[in-house]
């Protein structure tokens, strides 16, 4: 688990490539450096697009996990 509070949860379940993305860029815009959020998706391939979008913009993944539902959960820290 983070150690601080998520501060947002982006609810991206039932959307495709490249919405989880788009949303999660979307939060970046309006959140504080250090903030947290979880990302919230359905599309197997938001698990690469994540890592990647991640390394690409600097932004931190703190936490990674899928729930009994298929569920992908994305714990990230604004950079």
Do not use: Y
Request: aromatic content about 6%; proline content about 6%; hydrophobic content about 40%.
């Amino acid at each position: 688990m983070p150690e601080a509070p998520v501060a947002s949860i982006v609810d991206a379940r039932g959307l495709s490539c490249p919405m989880p993305i788009v949303k999660a860029a979307m939060w970046t815009k309006s959140v504080t450096s250090g903030e947290l959020m979880e990302l919230l998706a359905t599309d197997p391939g938001s698990v690469k697009d994540v890592q990647a979008w991640c390394r690409s913009t600097g932004n931190e993944l703190v936490e990674q996990r899928t729930d009994d539902q298929g569920v992908f959960h994305f714990v990230i820290r604004r950079s």
